[in-house]
């Protein structure tokens, strides 16, 4: 972007500058173009995401820790994925972006064929990369459903023309239960920082900055999407695509860099002050709104649903276009979501379609903003400035 505009003017200075190699990188975001989740995925989903920032039983253990612990249910296409490829020549893999772990993991060829989740997906063997080197390091990392555990090694990984040297990362060989089985990924890139990564391993798009392989050291997400429903989209490393959003991004620092963990000034729903003074963390990993149990309870109420005894909440179909807006004030500006964003169709056992609400439970007193609102907002992770910033989504 910057040398392109660059070489309007001064194009010997981007030509030989240092940073002639910098470029955007690309990476296209698959959907099933008319996605609806069956209630069990839905349901997966919520498991997961409680799971992943540690919260069991009503009991918040931190947000802050150093140990990465996550989970992944049979959330098939409710993410973001895309393609990477590790080794020399490249081994190719479909990847989750995730910005709610920091770990780059990938099957190993050398898994148990006993392990279905292994088996599933296209598994990393070293021998056939010439640029591999071992580690020796066992990693390991906690699921819900039990751990993932392997060697770290280290590698090239390339994304589009973007080739990372010395990438350390995680050859799993054994996958928890069912977790991964049914996933469309193989593997997960964590795009939180480093402190919340297991062994402090440094993330990938740290190297990418470090090896001066993107202009400015910041990546964005854009999902194109229909309402609930979604479509497609871009994630870009190396900066922002002015023409995936309109008006100006509003940035708020980070309150740390470990989570994508910023202040959240307040939610709104129908002009009522719902919450004030929280936190919350952007995370491509869900598709979910969590909100804290005060403000669950409120917003589902308010918004007439009938609680089920797995904490969803049914809204009745044929009513939904009445429903208010819910605003979140981020950075002193209001980031509104419509009914059509914030509920979802999923279907239930017998066919049938429900509409549950997006807003889960979250025994904690932080928000997690996943797809519902990143995919409404356009999202700049700006590692550079230690901040993050959004926009209406084009
Ligand atoms: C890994 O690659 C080596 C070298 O190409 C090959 O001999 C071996 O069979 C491969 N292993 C698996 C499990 O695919
Ligand atoms: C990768 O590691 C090799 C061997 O240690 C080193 O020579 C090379 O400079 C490293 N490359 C980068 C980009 O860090
Ligand atoms: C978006 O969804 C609406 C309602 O479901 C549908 O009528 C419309 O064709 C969809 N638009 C696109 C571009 O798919
Ligand atoms: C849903 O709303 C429609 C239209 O307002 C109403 O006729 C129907 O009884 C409602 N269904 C339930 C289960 O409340």
Same mark, same amino acid.
């Given at each position: ?16 500058? /240092? ?12 959907? %099933? ?30 947000? %802050? ?25 490249? %081994? ?26 292994? %088996? ?87 190297? =990418? ?21 979604? =479509? ?24 740390? /860099? ?103 439970? =979250? ?32």
């Amino acid at each position: 972007m910057h040398c392109l505009f660059w070489l309007l003017s001064v194009w010997i200075l981007c030509l030989f500058g /240092p940073n002639s190699q910098a470029q955007l990188i690309r990476v296209p975001m698959q959907f %099933q173009a008319s996605f609806m989740a069956s209630r069990r995925q839905h349901r997966a989903g919520r498991s997961s995401l409680l799971a992943k920032y540690n919260v069991v039983g009503g009991q918040e253990v931190t947000t %802050q820790n150093g140990g990465a612990t996550e989970t992944l249910d049979n959330r098939l296409n409710l993410e973001y994925a895309g393609h990477i490829s590790i080794g020399t020549p490249g %081994q190719p893999f479909h990847m989750l972006f995730d910005t709610g772990s920091a770990n780059l993991w990938v099957p190993s060829a050398e898994c148990s064929a006993k392990n279905l989740a292994c %088996q599933h997906h296209h598994r990393y063997n070293a021998s056939a990369s010439s640029s591999y080197v071992p580690d020796g390091r066992r990693f390991a990392m906690a699921y819900g459903t039990g751990s993932l555990s392997g060697r770290l090694a280290q590698d090239t990984v390339s994304i589009g023309q973007l080739v990372v040297r010395n990438q350390t990362f995680g050859m799993a060989m054994h996958e928890p239960g069912s977790t991964f089985v049914d996933t469309n990924f193989a593997g997960i890139v964590g795009l939180g920082f480093r402190a919340i990564a297991e062994q402090k391993i440094k993330p990938l798009f740290e190297s =990418m900055c470090d090896q001066s392989l993107v202009d400015e050291c910041i990546f964005s997400f854009y999902l194109k999407r229909n309402g609930s429903e979604r =479509m497609g989209g871009e994630l870009l490393f190396g900066g922002v695509d002015k023409s995936k959003f309109s008006g100006s991004l509003t940035y708020v620092p980070l309150t740390l /860099p470990g989570y994508w963990q910023f202040p959240l000034d307040g939610v709104e729903l129908g002009g009522t002050i719902i919450s004030q003074n929280r936190q919350a963390i952007a995370d491509t990993g869900t598709s979910l709104l969590a909100a804290p149990p005060r403000e669950y309870l409120i917003i589902n109420s308010l918004l007439g649903g009938l609680p089920t005894s797995n904490n969803e909440y049914l809204l009745n179909c044929s009513e939904i276009d009445k429903l208010p807006e819910i605003v979140f004030v981020i950075g002193g500006q209001r980031f509104g979501l419509q009914p059509r964003d914030y509920v979802m169709r999923a279907a239930n056992d017998d066919g049938s379609t429900i509409c549950l609400s997006a807003f889960t439970l =979250m025994e904690a007193d932080f928000w997690i903003l996943g797809d519902v609102f990143i995919g409404r907002y356009y999202t700049a992770f700006d590692v550079a400035h230690r901040r993050i910033g959004f926009a209406p989504a084009a």
